[in-house]
């Protein structure tokens, strides 16, 4: 779990007009992450941020999920922790027979940086 180091939640909300849930996030700048992605200009790495979508959509479910199919994901900007501290995550899940169909994106006021369709399905100890 990347909660307690790596990025905070600020707050939560709902989108009255989508269903969505919108989780105002924080970037820890000096996560040991980016000592090593990269060191002279840190970047989020893509698998980290399909991490925080998760971990949202975790909250929203109330269960720990895994990453059971991905129809589409698509990061058309690269987040970084000093040029974008706060970030919105939005998700919305519908649960399926097979899990929770999940639409998920990471953005700010002018960006869009990460788009994800998929399943998540209940993790199997």
Same mark, same amino acid.
């Given at each position: 779990? %990347? %909660?307690?180091?790596?990025?905070?939640?600020?707050?939560?909300?709902?989108?009255?007009?989508?269903?969505?849930?919108?989780?105002?996030?924080? %970037?820890?700048?000096?996560?040991?992450?980016?000592?090593?992605?990269?060191?002279?200009?840190?970047?989020?790495?893509?698998?980290?941020? %399909?991490?925080?979508?998760?971990?949202?959509?975790?909250?929203?479910?109330?269960?720990?999920?895994?990453?059971?199919?991905?129809?589409?994901?698509?990061?058309?900007?690269?987040?970084?922790?000093?040029?974008?501290?706060?970030?919105?995550?939005?998700?919305?899940?519908?649960?399926?027979?097979?899990?929770?169909?999940?639409?998920?994106?990471?953005?700010?006021?002018?960006?869009?940086?990460?788009?994800?369709?998929?399943?998540?399905?209940?993790?199997?100890?």
């Amino acid at each position: 779990m %990347l %909660l307690k180091d790596y990025y905070s939640i600020i707050s939560q909300s709902t989108d009255d007009a989508t269903g969505a849930h919108l989780f105002r996030i924080k %970037l820890n700048g000096g996560h040991e992450i980016y000592k090593g992605h990269f060191p002279e200009k840190a970047v989020s790495p893509g698998v980290c941020n %399909l991490q925080i979508m998760k971990e949202c959509a975790e909250r929203i479910v109330g269960k720990e999920l895994t990453i059971k199919t991905m129809a589409q994901c698509k990061m058309p900007a690269m987040i970084t922790p000093d040029g974008t501290p706060e970030l919105t995550v939005s998700v919305a899940t519908a649960e399926t027979e097979g899990g929770y169909q999940t639409t998920a994106s990471i953005f700010n006021d002018s960006t869009t940086y990460i788009t994800f369709k998929g399943i998540l399905t209940p993790e199997q100890l």
